[in-house]
Nanobody
């Protein structure tokens, strides 16, 4: 059974930081590129960032470039998202996704598995 379990969300003030984690089980983690998406109330789920299987290729949405950092630890089957300089516009449920093989994907339909999401709320 495939599981992606996100954690690390919470309530933070504007300008603050959070680190999200996503632990995968039931898959050969190193065969999957990984991505983070987010969905704000009343909006579509949008791409945030993604990382290739080895970590040598990374792509960020313009809205988070320079503030967010994605990384992965294949030995721990885990992908991370460090979020700095958070603003209220970053408030959303954050989801991690697993996409079989490279290249990294920016579209929801490219991903094979999803986690249940973790809520991030940024207060002004």
């Amino acid at each position: 059974q495939v599981q992606l379990v996100e954690s690390g969300g919470g309530l933070v003030q504007a300008g603050g930081s959070l680190r999200l984690s996503c632990v995968a089980s039931g898959i050969s983690f190193s065969k999957y590129s990984m991505g983070w998406f987010r969905q704000a109330p009343g909006k579509e789920r949008e791409f945030v960032t993604a990382i290739s299987r080895s970590g040598d290729s990374i792509y960020y949405a313009d809205s988070v470039k320079g503030r967010f950092t994605i990384s992965r630890d294949n030995a721990k089957n885990t992908v991370y998202l460090v979020m700095n300089s958070l603003t209220p516009e970053d408030t959303a449920v954050y989801y991690c996704g697993a996409k079989l093989w490279d290249p990294i994907g920016t579209r929801r339909l490219e991903y094979n598995y999803w986690g249940q999401g973790t809520q991030v709320t940024v207060s002004s």
